[in-house]
């Protein structure tokens, strides 16, 4: 299993912690694949952008409207987090149906 996320989210975090063994990629400094982000991105559409964050308000309108593949590839701090991978699955927040879909009590 694999979390891409911010290592000082606290979210990510609480989802580290309930998960247990997990590969943990930091978006700022290592990334998410291309792959990754793009089968995200088919599977979750405009909402693996987090427009409530710091990063979202912090852009100009004109960058806003850019497609959301080529904001997330420069502003990596946008993508909702966290983004979990289980076996070709993607699982995206640390919602109750996240956690239930992963058998996290």
Sequence with gaps: MRLFGL???DTCRKALK???EVEFFD???DGVPEYV???AFETFGDALVNTRSTTWRG???SERSRPS???LA???ALMKRPLI???GELFLGWTPDTRSALGVV
């Design 37 to 39: 982000m793009s089968c």
């Design 18 to 20: 309930s998960l247990g």
């Design 27 to 29: 978006v700022r400094s």
């Design 74 to 76: 420069e502003h990596p």
């Design 7 to 9: 290592k000082n989210c």
């Design 69 to 71: 593949l080529e904001l």
């Design 85 to 87: 991978e289980r076996d």
């Design 59 to 61: 852009l100009k309108e």
